[in-house]
T-cell receptor, first 113, second 114 residues
Framework: AQSVTQLGSHVSVSEGALVLLRCNYS??????LFWYVQYPNQGLQLLLK??????LVKGINGFEAEFKKSETSFHLTKPSAHMSDAAEYFC???????????FGKGTHLIIQP | EAGVTQFPSHSVIEKGQTVTLRCDPI?????LYWYRRVMGKEIKFLLH????????ESGMPNNRFLAERTGGTYSTLKVQPAELEDSGVYFC????????????FGPGTRLTVT
């Protein structure tokens, strides 16, 4: 069985500051890892994913995440927060292929002007 | 290319009634998934279709939920009879056979059972 833990249901940062959203996972096999974002009144949008290969993955809107196997982590970062980044972010894991996703509880990112 | 669409966007029904949710996946996507988010909890996997066949329905809560995907195109999720604990947001997602791990989500249907 897999599980995902997102630390902090709400994270507040100032505009222009570093964004760091934490995600730890457990999986019995090498996982596929994902970050999704949900803007208000919209569906989930894939930000980035790790399947195999390079452990630092870049996504849309300037976000990136690093897969650290030894720490079972896949934290999401962005060097400089923008007001438009305010949304709910979900970390997810799967066994790969067409398997269903296991999600964390989500983190609301709040951007202070 | 149209994304995943879901209908209705909102539904309010009374306990004991029946509701049917519909999902239209991205055209050509063989894989179709249903997920649910109950308020305050994580998004949970319900089931997975490959074309018209149920590949994995391990997440279906009970036999009040029935999912179909006749003809391998759109899917419906029926809840009969609805209970209060069925309230939440129901998401549908789809992915192609070649990039099966990349799931594209619809906007969700918010179901409220009163």
């Amino acid at each position: 069985a897999q599980s995902v833990t997102q630390l902090g249901s709400h994270v507040s940062v100032s505009e222009g500051a570093l964004v760091l959203l934490r995600c730890n996972y457990s999986s019995s096999v090498p996982p596929y890892l994902f970050w999704y974002v949900q803007y208000p009144n919209q569906g989930l949008q894939l930000l980035l994913k790790y399947t195999t290969g390079a452990t630092l993955v870049k996504g849309i809107n300037g976000f990136e995440a690093e897969f650290k196997k030894s720490e079972t982590s896949f934290h999401l970062t962005k060097p400089s927060a923008h007001m438009s980044d305010a949304a709910e972010y979900f970390c997810a894991v799967s066994l790969g292929g067409a398997d269903g996703l296991t999600f964390g509880k989500g983190t609301h990112l709040i951007i202070q002007p | 290319e149209a994304g995943v669409t879901q209908f209705p966007s909102h539904s309010v029904i009374e306990k004991g009634q029946t509701v049917t949710l519909r999902c239209d996946p991205i055209s050509g996507h063989d894989n179709l998934y249903w997920y649910r988010r109950v308020m305050g909890k994580e998004i949970k996997f319900l089931l997975h279709f490959v074309k018209e066949s149920k590949q994995d329905e391990s997440g279906m809560p009970n036999n009040r939920f029935l999912a179909e995907r006749t003809g391998g195109t759109y899917s419906t999720l029926k809840v009969q009879p609805a209970e209060l604990e069925d309230s939440g947001v129901y998401f549908c997602a789809s992915s192609s056979r070649d990039r099966a791990h990349e799931q594209y989500f619809g906007p969700g249907t918010r179901l409220t059972v009163t």
